[in-house]
């Protein structure tokens, strides 16, 4: 058997977890960059039994699944990934299981708290200044968020989170979703108000909302409009949920402020114009990768792997 463990561009997989015991009954392929393209993947993983990757990095399309005849079994981590194709695993008869981080969402609220910092004291400005032998010439004189408002678009496990972060700042908390009540906004220390009305009033305004055919594109050139001169807009949810198009006409004209994690396509190019606009703070799709979940999702990932090649698959899919 020869097992792949996809998606390591960290370089974390083969510390984060013992691989012993599997390394005894397969071979184990580290695999740190991302394929350059489709033809690239299928290439590289035709020969292998088992893949693992990690959720939202290489995406598996069917056509991608169709060009693997060894696989058998695919262990991914989380529950949910938009860019894999289960159906087309499950018509190929592959067996996929999950393993989970083992939070609540801790780590990626901790990255939108960071991001939201960030932008709004010019960190990673200042910090640039710094190692190019300046001091604070050039600048921008940042902004406190104590007294500010921040809108939370989507108030579940995450938005919660930073809905108590944001109470600890003294900022005042609005939030909507489609099913959002009054009540429960309430008991998450947010005040519930039309999303129209949130993006106006707001002058942060972070994604926490699951991407579904509904929420696609849900903040497009209409939305961006209304929010304020200088607002801060975070997105460490999905890159679908924005039209980036509209966002980055918006960053040019110098109006908006982003902090983003995530991207319409990952890696992000090298020629991207998010990589050289003065109003962004960007990280790699960091959200979730804190050590303890890459310990906890590579450590469950084998024993799913080891559990199916005993004949007995955990954790399954269905």
């Known amino acids: ?37 489709e033809d690239d993947a299928a290439a590289q993983l035709a020969d292998f039994d088992i893949l693992m990757p990690m959720r939202e990095r290489t995406p598996f399309p069917e056509s991608l699944i169709a060009r693997l005849p060894k696989l058998k079994f695919f262990a991914m981590t989380g529950k949910r990934a938009g860019a894999i194709d289960f159906a087309a695993l499950a018509k190929r008869q592959v067996v996929t299981s999950y393993s989970l981080d083992g939070g609540n969402g801790e780590a990626t609220a901790e990255l939108t708290l960071g991001l939201m910092l960030a932008a709004a004291r010019a960190i990673p400005a200042a910090d640039a200044a710094i190692r190019a032998g300046g001091f604070q010439a050039g600048v921008p004189a940042g902004t406190q968020l104590a007294g500010k408002t921040l809108g939370l678009i989507g108030l579940g496990r995450l938005g919660s989170l930073m809905a108590r972060y944001a109470a600890a700042l003294n900022m005042n908390v609005l939030a909507w979703s489609p099913n959002l009540t009054a009540e429960r906004a309430a008991a998450a220390g947010a005040r519930f108000v039309p999303r129209d009305e949130l993006l106006a009033q707001a002058d942060v305004v972070s994604l926490h909302i699951v991407l579904a055919p509904t929420t696609k594109g849900m903040i497009g050139a209409r939305e961006l409009g209304l929010m304020k001169t200088g607002a801060i807009l975070i997105n460490t949810s999905r890159a679908p949920l924005v039209d980036e198009a509209a966002l980055i006409a918006e960053l040019r004209a110098g109006r908006l402020v982003a902090a983003l994690d995530v991207y319409d396509r990952e890696p992000l190019p090298a020629d991207h114009p998010l990589r050289h606009l003065p109003n962004t703070v960007l990280t790699p799709h960091l959200g979730y990768g804190a050590i303890e979940a ?25």
């Open 294 to 318: 890459f310990r906890s999702f590579y450590s469950q990932g084998i024993e799913n792997v080891l559990a199916f090649l005993d004949g007995a698959p955990i954790r399954l899919l269905t």
């Open 1 to 37: 058997m020869r097992v792949a463990v996809l998606d390591d561009w960290q370089g974390v997989a083969e510390s984060a977890a013992d691989w012993s015991a599997l390394r005894a009954r397969a071979e184990v392929v580290f695999f740190h960059e991302a394929f350059a393209s």
